[in-house]
C-alpha cells in the first residue's frame, strides 16, 4: 500500500513539475527573427563580445603574471567560468527539451562538441592540483577552445535560433571560449613550445572517441554529431559536407580531425606571438 501510495504521488506531481518548468522557461521564450549570418546583428554583436573577451584576458592575464603564486588563482577562475556554462547548459537543454522540442530529446544538441570540452575542462580545475595537469589544461583552452570559439563565429548559422535567449546564449558562450583561450594564453599558464601541443593531442583524440561512441551509441536515426564526425551522415560542416559526399564520410571525417589538429597547431603557434 505504501508503495503504490508513493508511485501515486510521483505520476501526480510529475506533469505538475513539467508544466511549472514550462511555465518558467516560456517567461524567457521571446521570439525573434533567426539574424541573418554576417548580419550587422552578427557583426556587431561579435565585435562587441570578442572585444570584451580581449580585454578581460589582457586585464586577469596581467593579474596573474604579478603573482607569485598564480595557479590557485587561475584554477578559481576556471572553476567559476565553469559553473556559468554548466548553468547556461542546464537552461538550454530544458529549453530545448521543453519549448523548442515539446517535450522531445534531440541528440543533435547532446553537449559534447569541441566547444563543450572547456565546460568540463573548467569544472575540473579544483583537481588539477599539479603544475603540469593544469599547464595542459591551460594549453587545450588556448590552442582548442580559441579554436572552437572562433570557428563557430566566423561560421554562425549553429548559433541562430529563433529565441533572443537561445541566440544569446550561443553567442555568450563562445564569447567564454574567446576568454578562456585567451587568459590562458596572456597568464602564461598554458605552454608555448612544441612539447605543449603534442602533449595535448592524445586528450583530443580520446574527446574523439568519446564522440564517436556517442555517435554510433546513439543510432543512424538520432542525428547525434558529437565533433562533426557521425558515421552514419557527412558532415554538416561547410566544405566538409561536399568533400563526404564527394569522397565518402570516413574519409570527410578523417580529414576534418586532421583539420582540427592543423588548426589547434596554428592557434599554438599564434598564441605564442601574444605574450
Request: hydrophobic share 50%; proline share 7%; glycine share 6%.
Amino acid at each position: 500500500m505504501r508503495c503504490a501510495f508513493f508511485k501515486t504521488i510521483l505520476l501526480k506531481e510529475g506533469p505538475y513539475m513539467y508544466i511549472f518548468l514550462q511555465s518558467i522557461l516560456r517567461m524567457t521564450a521571446w521570439p525573434m527573427t533567426p539574424p541573418v549570418p554576417y548580419s550587422a546583428f552578427h557583426i556587431l554583436l561579435t565585435v562587441f563580445g570578442a572585444g570584451f573577451a580581449v580585454s578581460f584576458a589582457r586585464f586577469f592575464g596581467k593579474k596573474i603574471r604579478s603573482m607569485a603564486s598564480p595557479e590557485p588563482y587561475f584554477r578559481h577562475i576556471l572553476f567559476s567560468c565553469g559553473v556559468l556554462l554548466a548553468l547556461m547548459e542546464l537552461y538550454k537543454q530544458a529549453f530545448l527539451y521543453v519549448i523548442e522540442f515539446h517535450g522531445h530529446f534531440d541528440w543533435w544538441y547532446f553537449p559534447f562538441q569541441l566547444c563543450s570540452i572547456p565546460m568540463y575542462i573548467c569544472l575540473a580545475a579544483p583537481l588539477l592540483h599539479s603544475e603540469k595537469t593544469l599547464r595542459r589544461a591551460a594549453t587545450f583552452l588556448q590552442d582548442f577552445g580559441l579554436l572552437g570559439g572562433i570557428m563557430a563565429l566566423a561560421v554562425p548559422p549553429g548559433l541562430m535560433h529563433p529565441y533572443w535567449t537561445m541566440t544569446l546564449h550561443g553567442f555568450l558562450w563562445h564569447f567564454t571560449l574567446l576568454f578562456l583561450g585567451l587568459l590562458s594564453c596572456m597568464s602564461g599558464i598554458a605552454g608555448h613550445e612544441r612539447r605543449d601541443y603534442m602533449d595535448i593531442l592524445p586528450f583530443f583524440f580520446l574527446c574523439c572517441v568519446i564522440a564517436c561512441v556517442i555517435n554510433i551509441a546513439a543510432g543512424p536515426t538520432a542525428d547525434a554529431d558529437m565533433f562533426y564526425i557521425s558515421p552514419f551522415h557527412p558532415s554538416s560542416q561547410p566544405v566538409f559536407h561536399e568533400i563526404a559526399c564527394a569522397v565518402g564520410i570516413f574519409w570527410g571525417n578523417l580529414l576534418y580531425v586532421v583539420s582540427m589538429i592543423v588548426g589547434g597547431l596554428l592557434m599554438h603557434k599564434i598564441s605564442s606571438r601574444l605574450l
